[in-house]
């Protein structure tokens, strides 16, 4: 699971051997965290149980956490935004968090499109902004 304390899960088991995710209910939020391969069947299953939680229990955000991710291609980015688009027509803010530089150096080189992409240093910095947007939203102060 995480370290949140406020942490619930959705769906707390890993799915295939070379990839999978966590998936778990922080803030209100989902929280993906993925495992190894995004390639992976275990990553696809993954994603559709995530876009499942979301058309059964409509949320303002999903985080997808790829800080235990090593390395992603373009195939497997292309994969990322899909999942990303997806959730957002379904109502969900999609952000990432946890990119490791040398993954955030290749997307760039290779002119991949990043324009869409909101990502974060952190569960915890996504968390935070999610939180300050939601408040700013609601005509409130962030927290």
Do not use: N, Y
């Not at 994603?47 to 373009?74: N, T």
């Amino acid at each position: 699971m995480t370290g949140h304390p406020a942490a619930s899960s959705v769906d707390g088991t890993f799915t295939g051997g070379r990839g999978g995710a966590s998936i778990v209910q922080v803030d209100g939020c989902l929280l993906m965290s993925v495992q190894g391969d995004i390639a992976s069947d275990g990553f696809r299953a993954s994603g559709e149980r995530m876009l499942a939680a979301v058309r059964q229990q409509p949320r303002q955000a999903v985080i997808v956490d790829l800080s235990a991710v090593e390395v992603i291609d373009d195939v497997e980015f292309a994969a990322l935004l899909e999942l990303a688009a997806t959730s957002r027509m379904l109502g969900a803010r999609c952000v990432f968090s946890g990119l490791a530089p040398g993954i955030v150096a290749f997307l760039v080189s290779a002119d991949l499109p990043t324009e869409s992409v909101e990502a974060f240093r952190s569960v915890d910095d996504a968390l935070a902004a999610l939180r300050a947007s939601d408040a700013r939203a609601a005509g409130g102060v962030p927290a």
